[in-house]
C-alpha cells in the first residue's frame, strides 16, 4: 500500500484549517492587548485630587467662575475693578444675577494685609506698610486703614473707587494667605516686641469680612485650587 503523497488534498486541507487556527488565535490575542492597553491609558487618565478644606470653591453658587492672583497694591487695584467690570458686563449684557457668578480674589505676598480690618491696619501699619511696600495715597505715609475699603479714595486707587465691601455686597469673595499672614505676625513681633502667634490668631481674626473673606493655607495653593475646580484665572 503506496502513501499519500506530501501534497494530497487531504494534507493541504489540513494544513489550511492549521494556519486559519493559529491566524484566528494571533488575532484574538492582539485584540485583547489593544483592549487591555486602551483601558490602561483610560484608567490612567489623570484627574485632581480633591480636598475637603477647598470645597468651599464648589460651595459658592454660579454658572461662571473667575478667580484673581493678587500679590501686590496694584494687583488688588486692577482685581477689585475688573471684578466689578465682570460683573456689571455679565448683568448689562448676558442678564444675569450675581447669584450665578463665582468671583474669588487672592491676596497673597504683599497683597495679604488687604484683607485684615481697619483695627489691624491702625494697629500694625507701619511694620505691615514696610513689608507690603505701600503708603497711603493721600498722606505718603504708611496706611491707617484698609485703604481698599475706603470711599473717598477714589481714583487714589485707580479702581474707580471700588471698595471690597461693594464688591462683597455682589458675592465676591476674598482668600487670604495663611501662609503670608504668619509671616506679616512675625515682622510685627519683632518690630512691636511682640508674640508671633499671638499676633498671628489676632490678624487671622480680625479678616475684612466675617462673611466674604476667609483664610487659606497658602494663597498660591488656592490659585491651584480654584483652576482645578473650574475657576478661569485671572493673574495680573
Not at 114 to 124: I, L, P, R
Request: proline share 4%; net charge positive.
Amino acid at each position: 500500500m503506496s502513501k499519500p503523497s506530501s501534497s494530497s488534498p487531504e494534507r493541504r486541507s489540513f494544513l489550511t484549517s492549521l494556519n486559519a487556527g493559529a491566524a484566528a488565535l494571533a488575532a484574538l490575542a492582539f485584540s485583547g492587548t489593544a483592549r487591555a492597553q486602551g483601558k490602561s491609558t483610560a484608567t490612567a487618565r489623570w484627574e485632581p485630587a480633591r480636598h475637603e478644606k477647598d470645597d468651599w470653591f464648589d460651595q459658592l453658587p454660579g454658572k461662571h467662575r473667575l478667580v484673581f492672583d493678587t500679590i501686590s497694591f496694584d494687583h488688588v487695584s486692577n482685581a477689585t475693578l475688573f471684578s466689578s467690570n465682570f460683573i456689571r458686563v455679565n448683568q448689562a449684557d448676558y442678564g444675569l444675577q450675581t447669584s450665578e457668578l463665582a468671583v474669588v480674589i487672592v491676596v497673597r505676598h504683599r497683597s495679604t494685609p488687604f484683607g485684615y480690618n481697619d483695627a489691624m491696619w491702625a494697629k500694625y501699619g507701619a511694620p505691615i506698610a514696610a513689608r507690603s511696600k505701600v503708603e497711603d495715597p493721600k498722606t505718603k505715609q504708611p496706611p491707617k486703614i484698609n485703604i481698599f475699603n475706603a470711599r473717598d479714595y477714589g481714583d487714589l486707587l485707580n479702581n474707580r473707587g471700588t471698595t471690597l465691601d461693594s464688591l462683597f455686597k455682589l458675592g465676591v469673595q476674598l482668600a487670604v494667605c495663611a501662609t503670608s499672614t504668619r509671616g506679616y505676625a512675625a515682622s510685627i513681633a519683632q518690630d512691636v516686641g511682640g508674640d508671633a502667634d499671638a499676633i498671628f490668631k489676632e490678624l487671622t481674626a480680625n479678616l475684612i469680612s466675617n462673611t466674604n473673606a476667609r483664610m487659606v493655607p497658602a494663597g498660591i495653593v488656592a490659585v491651584n485650587r480654584a483652576q482645578e475646580r473650574g475657576y478661569s484665572l485671572v493673574s495680573i
